[in-house]
C-alpha cells in the first residue's frame, strides 16, 4: 500500500480539565461541527473511501456482505384486535415496511411504506405498537439514523395518518415506543427534554380523545440525566407500574387507575439490585438478582407490608448454574428465559414453582423476546414493559451460524412452531467452545467460529469480537455482515469479557469501575491463548468491537500494539475525560469506568482513555479504521475525530489510520441497509486488506429449515 497522506490537522495548547487534573487537549477544535472541521472530516471519509476501494476484491465483498446482512431487525409481530402487526423488509428494499394480517399467518397487506411516503429520504421505522382494540397503529420514525424518532399514529384500516400526534421526540427504541392503555384511550411514553446528549427523560401521557392532548406525567421517579423512566400497564387495564432504569430496574411504584384518587403507592423503591417482571393478578412475578448474583425469580404482592425486604418475597424459581435473563407470562404458566454458558435455555413453571418442562431450542443459539428491532438480547427492564401475546410463547432465535429466525410455543406439548424461519446461514461453518486463563487465573471463555475446510489449517487471519460492558449480555447471536469474512475462510472469535452481563452480575462487577483493566487483560489472555494454539500470528490478528466495545479496540491497539495487526474501533467512546462534559457520556462513565468526581479515579480513567493514551512523541501503532456515524447521539463523532487526527499524528509505523463518520447513521440501531452494507464492506475490506484475506466467489443465499429435529450445525458443543 502506497503511503497514505492524511488531511492536515492543526494543534493547539488547550487543555481539558476534570476534577482539577488536567490533560492536552491538542485537537479540541474538532469538537465543533464547524465548516473546518466538517471539510476536513469529508476529506478523511473521502481518503478512507478511496483507499479500501483500491482493493480488487471490494465489489467481490459487497456482494457477500449484502447476502449475510440480512434478517437483523426481526421482530415479532404484534396482536391486538383480532390482527397481527408486524415489521418486513421486502426484498431489494432499504427499510422496513408494516404489515398487517386479519388473522395469524393471514395474507399480509402493507399499512405503511416509509419510501413511499418518503421517497427522497425513507425514514427508519424504530417501533410499532398498536392500540388493544387494533384499531389505531403507533409507530416510531427516525430520519437521520441517530435512534431519536417521533411518533405517528396509523388508522389501522385505511393507513392514513391520524392527526395531532405527540410532538416529543424519543431517544430510542429501547422503551418499545409507547405503552397503551387498555381501553385503547391513550397511552404512555418516554421522550426527550431537551437535545439527546443531554439524556433528560422525562415521561408523557397522549389521550386520543378529543382530537389529541400530551402532557407530562408526574410519575414517582428521578428526572434528568442519567434516569430512564418508564411506565408500564398491565393486561387487565388496572395498574400502572412506574419503572425505575436503566440499571437495577425496579418497579418504584404503582397506581390503580379505577380509582378515583389514582395515587401513586410506593412499591420496590429501595432496593439495591434489579427486580423486573410483569404482573399477574395482584402479584408482582419478577427476575431479580437481589439475593441471587445469577438471578431467580420471586413473587411479591402488591399489597405486602414489606415489598422492599428480600424476605418477604416468595421464590419462585430459585438460582442455579444458569442465568436467569427474563420472565414470560403465558397464561397461568412463566417461561423463564436464561442463558447456560451464554446459550439460550426457556423453562417453563407453574404459578407456584412447578417444573413443567423446557421449550426445545432449534440449536445452540441466543434468544430475544424483543418488539423492537435491532435489538438482539433480552434485556430485564424493556422486557417487563413488553405486552404478553396470549397465543404463546414467540421468540427470535439465531445462532454463531444461522440468522434470526421466529418461532412459537404453546403451552402444553406442542412442538415448536417455525413463524419465520432464518433467511441465511453460513455454509459449512462449526463453533468451537474454547476458554482462555487470564493474568488472575480467571477462566475466559470464548467461541471460534471457522469454516469446516478451514479447521485443521493454521495459522490463519482472525478477527476477535468483544464487548465486555455495562451489563450488557453478549450472547454468541448471528454476526451479521461479519459472515462474510468467516466464509472468506477467516477465523472468527466472539469473546465474553468480564463486564458483559451474559454471565451474571459478578461478571459484571469483574470489569467495572476499579476492575475495568480486567476486561482488557481477558480480551489479551484470548488473544495470546490463540497464538499459543497455533489458530493465528500477531501479524494475522485483528480485534473489533461497537459502542463500549469500540473503545476496547482501542484501548487493545493502544495498550498492546504487540498483538494486533488491525484494529476497528466502531461507534466508540474515545476520550472518557472530556466525555465527561455532556450528561450522557458522564452517566456512562461514571456507571461503569469510574468517578469523575475523584482525582485519583481520573487519573486511572486516563489509563485507559484512548485519546490520552495515545503517545504524542511517536509510536508504531497497528492498522487502525474508526468507523463512527454523524448523528450518533451516544458516542458523539467529535470523538472518532480527535482520536484518529491525533493517531495519525502518533503515527511512526507504517500502518494506515483511517477515519469514516457517515451521514444519517448513529449508533447502529436505526441504519438503513443500504448505508448498513456500505459500512460495513468498508471496514471489512480494510480488516481483510491487512490480514491477506480474500472474499469467496459468488454465494448463492441458503435458506434453513431449523428445528429441533434439523438443528443447527453448532447444536453440539466442540473443541
Known sequence: MEKIIYPPARTSNAEETLAGVAFPNPYQWLEEDSDEVLRWQAAQNVLATRTVEQWP??????SCVSLFTTARKLSAPRSAGGRWFSLHTPDGATQAVVQVTEERGGSPRTLFDPAAAHPEQPPFLSWLAPSPDGRTLA????????????IQLIDAVSGAFLPNPPPQVLMDAWAGGVQWLTDSSGFYFTALIGPAHDFDLRIFHHDLTGGGHTREVDAPLPKGSGSYPMLCTEPQGRWVIAMRAPTNACPVAVMDIRADSRTWRPFIDRVDGTVAGHLIGNCYYAMTDVGATRGRIVAIPLDSATPNDPSSWKEIVP????VISGVRPVGNRLYVIETLDAYARVRIFSLGGEFLGTVPMPGRGVISLLHVPGIEVTLPLISSCMPVDSAGFIFGYSSLTTSWGLYLHEPGDAPLQTLIPPDVRIDGAVVEDRSAISFDGTEIP???????NSSTEGPLPTLLFAYGGFNWPFVPAYPGAMAAFIASGGVFVHCHLRGGGELGREWWEGGRLQTKQNCYQDLYAIAEDLISRGVTRPDLLGVTGYSNGGMMAAVAALQRPDLWRVAVPRVPILDLIGGCREPYGRWGINMDFGDPDNPDEV????GFSPYQLIED???AYPAVYIDAGETDPRCPPWHARKFAARLQAAQTGDAPILLHLWENAGHGFATAKDVEVKEATEWLAFVMMELGLRPPPALAKHETRSSPSNPDPDSQPRG
Open 57 to 62: 476484491h471490494f465489489s467481490q465483498l459487497t
Open 603 to 606: 487519573r486511572r480513567l486516563a
Open 139 to 150: 409507530i416510531g420514525l427516525c430520519a437521520d439514523g441517530s435512534e431519536n424518532n417521533v
Open 617 to 619: 512523541g511517536g509510536a
Open 319 to 322: 438460582q442455579s448454574d444458569a
Open 446 to 452: 470464548y467461541r471460534v467460529v471457522r469454516t469446516a
